[in-house]
Nanobody, 124 residues
Framework: QVQLRESGGGLVQAGGSLRLSCAAS????????MGWFRQAPGKEREFVAT????????RYADSVKGRFTISRDNAKNTVYLQMNSLKPEDTAVYFC?????????????????WGKGTLVTVSS
């Protein structure tokens, strides 16, 4: 099993920035790809970004490209999501996710482990 714990959510004004963190523990070797999904009220959970084990391959949703950056520190078993130029439509609960490959994690069905989520609210 892999346990994921998010932190860093909060309230920010439009145009501002936040950095989310996700600390992994347990059998982290079994879930080398990590990433972020989000779920807004009344909407389905959607893909945001993923990163492979060595950090050489990243994937982003079109809606966040150029504004969000995913990175990881394997020494700390932690993945980050730097979110800049935030918009009200970025408001959602952000979930840390882990799985075998970034390709498999293009959708929620390919995720093997989930965190409990952290709320990001962007005010206009």
């Amino acid at each position: 099993q892999v346990q994921l714990r998010e932190s860093g959510g909060g309230l920010v004004q439009a145009g501002g920035s936040l950095r989310l963190s996700c600390a992994a523990s347990g059998r982290t070797y079994s879930a080398s790809a990590m990433g972020w999904f989000r779920q807004a009220p009344g909407k389905e959970r959607e893909f945001v970004a993923t990163i492979n084990w060595i950090g050489t391959r990243t994937r982003y949703a079109d809606s966040v490209k150029g504004r969000f950056t995913i990175s990881r520190d394997n020494a700390k078993n932690t993945v980050y999501l730097q979110m800049n130029s935030l918009k009200p439509e970025d408001t959602a609960v952000y979930f840390c996710a882990a799985g075998r490959t970034t390709q498999a994690m293009d959708g929620p069905g390919g995720v093997e482990y989930w965190g409990k989520g952290t709320l990001v609210t962007v005010s206009s």
